[in-house]
């Protein structure tokens, strides 16, 4: 990549914009500049003010769609010389306001849309005391400022003769010669040639008009050559003010090159992978671009070895074959992982420990097609991603885990070795007392271990599935009740951990109140028809010490409790949890977890 650097005169820039020799790439967002900032705009370019650099790129490198300048009207639009990154908005004001000889569609400061002509008042112009901004005027399509709802005129620029009179200048003549020279005559017409009008125009022109004239613009040049994962980071660098451009905009605007509406593409596609399945409300277009990436990076590795990269750079050199080639078995890939993480009870975006573990578990389903659904393959693909939420490998940047995670897991399907990311998981016991809330990927996974085990609401005694989920609203609560851990003062970081917490019913939590564990199962088996015997069941269902828990002995509890865990956590990664009778987890914990 190389650049250059510039100084066109504003005239030459705002006509390449008219002539459509400078254009915009088509993932910048719309113009929404302001009256006020118009005006400001205006009010500086008179003074000479600097107005920050633009940048450009020169085009026909990166194929991005191009599009024409808000108010530039040609049909059919030319192939454009440049395209502009940064400075969209100052030039698209500039362009409206003093070039496009048209009434502004902008908006108030309270956006109010309205349209605005823009003149310069001489006499303050020419003022050194005056506030050059009370200078600009800005007054509507017609020409006229009104009061008492239209029936008063305030001003009237409707006519050269009244602003001839009134010694008010429309800026759109700036750089409009035959139509200012008119202007400038019939001014001094209109002042009988008066020597005082006379100098006083010469003034306004020498000392106002002549900086629009005379001011350059810096400007930052980027070559042809300049490759597309660099225009994202400039861009990105220059526009710390506005929203980050993301690589699925920067690709739409890539693909729309070749006819190709991704967003289209993509709003489709995400209805589909929504109509039936809650959890794909985490894919978003760019982690759909990035599977697709993944996808193709792993059967080129097939054909030539090649490494498999899904990064931000191999995104942004996807071509449209690829995509066109593998975006289906993606879609499909995807519809499989919200399958396969549905039947481990993980059913909405908001239970899912990692998003971005999906991206490789859809690659991977979309490789492996109809074989996931046989019961070996499938252990060892829910293995891994286990090992993935326990191991709380997916946390960081993640992209160099995918490329190394989908030929693992796929080895390892077909007999290889255990892919590095099984091998590289560790659960800590004491891990569990700093899970405090579903922040955590591992406080999420828990949940769903527990939901998975069986366990039954303690009320309905209903096992919990994708109907009950969504119905009864489960969630996580405490078993112990957090107020009566707060009355006996218990350690906060202990009742509110993880071990401490079951998935249930809205309705239940709300039943169970504050109560001690021994009160309100109770009040259960008493008010809501459920035995002792069924009750007791409906608890271990949760891996819940019973006796501890009717006892309200909630030392012995926590302890059970937090063994009775790793060993769910044990059984899904199938890996054994360490240390559960160190000194560390036995200081934690006020005894062993074996």
């Not at 300048?69 to 908005?89: A, I, R």
């Not at 861009?235 to 690709?251: I, P």
């Not at 940047?397 to 077909?414: L, T, Y």
Request: charged letters at 25%.
């Amino acid at each position: 990549m190389s650049f250059r650097t510039a100084e066109p005169s504003l005239k030459d820039v705002l006509d390449a914009i008219a002539r459509g020799d400078t254009q915009l790439p088509d993932f910048q967002r719309g113009w929404v500049w302001d009256d006020v900032h118009i005006k400001s705009l205006i009010a500086s370019l008179s003074l000479s003010y600097p107005i920050g650099a633009v940048m450009f790129l020169e085009a026909g490198g990166v194929p991005f769609q191009p599009r024409l300048f808000e108010g530039v009207l040609l049909n059919p639009p030319p192939k454009p010389k440049m395209l502009v990154l940064d400075g969209q908005q100052r030039l698209t004001s500039m362009y409206l306001a003093l070039r496009s000889g048209l009434p502004v569609k902008t908006t108030t400061e309270k956006g109010l849309e309205v349209k605005r002509v823009y003149f310069l008042d001489m006499a303050k112009c020419l003022d050194p005391d005056a506030d050059r901004e009370d200078a600009v005027i800005s007054v509507p399509a017609n020409l006229q400022v009104t009061s008492d709802f239209g029936r008063k005129v305030e001003l009237d620029l409707s006519s050269p003769e009244q602003q001839y009179s009134q010694r008010i200048f429309p800026v759109s003549l700036i750089f409009n010669s035959p139509d200012f020279m008119q202007w400038k005559l019939g001014f001094a017409n209109h002042h009988a040639n008066a020597a005082e009008a006379l100098m006083f125009l010469m003034c306004f022109e020498h000392e106002v008009l002549s900086r629009f004239q005379q001011f350059k613009v810096p400007a930052i040049e980027l070559t042809q050559d300049t490759p597309r994962d660099a225009v994202c980071q400039v861009f990105e660098k220059v526009n710390t003010g506005g929203v980050t451009l993301t690589v699925f905009e920067l690709m739409t605007a890539t693909f729309a090159s070749n006819q190709f509406n991704l967003r289209e593409n993509w709003d489709a596609r995400k209805e589909r992978l929504t109509a039936k399945h809650d959890l794909l409300t985490a894919v978003d277009g760019t982690s759909f671009l990035t599977a697709v990436t993944l996808l193709a990076s792993y059967e080129r590795h097939l054909l030539n070895r090649s490494a498999v990269s899904c990064k931000k750079v191999d995104v942004l050199r996807l071509e449209l074959h690829d995509f066109n080639q593998y975006e289906s078995r993606i879609e499909a890939g995807f519809k499989k992982a919200a399958e396969l993480l549905a039947e481990e009870k993980i059913f909405d975006s908001k239970s899912l420990p990692y998003s971005t573990q999906l991206i490789p578990l859809a690659c991977v389903c979309a490789r492996l097609a109809d074989d996931i659904s046989k019961f070996g393959v499938k252990k060892k693909i829910l293995q891994w991603y286990w090992c993935g939420v326990f191991g709380e490998l997916y946390g960081g940047a993640n992209e160099s885990r995918f490329g190394m995670d989908v030929p693992d897991v796929i080895q390892w399907v077909d007999g290889g070795g255990e892919p590095r990311t099984v091998r590289d998981a560790s659960f800590a016991p004491t891990r569990l007392l700093s899970l405090q809330s579903r922040l955590a990927a591992a406080y999420k996974g828990i949940n769903a271990l527990l939901m998975k085990n069986g366990s039954k609401d303690f009320v309905s005694g209903t096992p919990i599935d994708i109907n009950t989920y969504f119905n009864n609203a489960i969630d996580i609560h405490h078993i112990f009740p957090r107020k009566w851990c707060e009355t006996n003062k218990l350690s906060r970081d202990i009742w509110n951990s993880v071990v401490n917490k079951a998935p249930l019913a809205a309705g239940t939590n709300r039943f169970i109140g504050g109560d001690s564990p021994s009160n309100y199962l109770s009040r259960i088996e008493k008010n809501k028809q459920v035995n002792q015997e069924n009750l007791d069941q409906f608890l271990a269902s949760h891996v819940i010490p019973v006796a501890q828990l009717r006892a309200d002995d909630f030392n012995g509890f926590i302890r059970q409790r937090a063994a009775a865990l790793l060993s769910l956590i044990e059984s899904a990664t199938g890996k054994i949890v360490s240390g559960r009778d160190s000194e560390e987890t036995s200081k934690a914990f006020g005894g062993s977890l074996s």
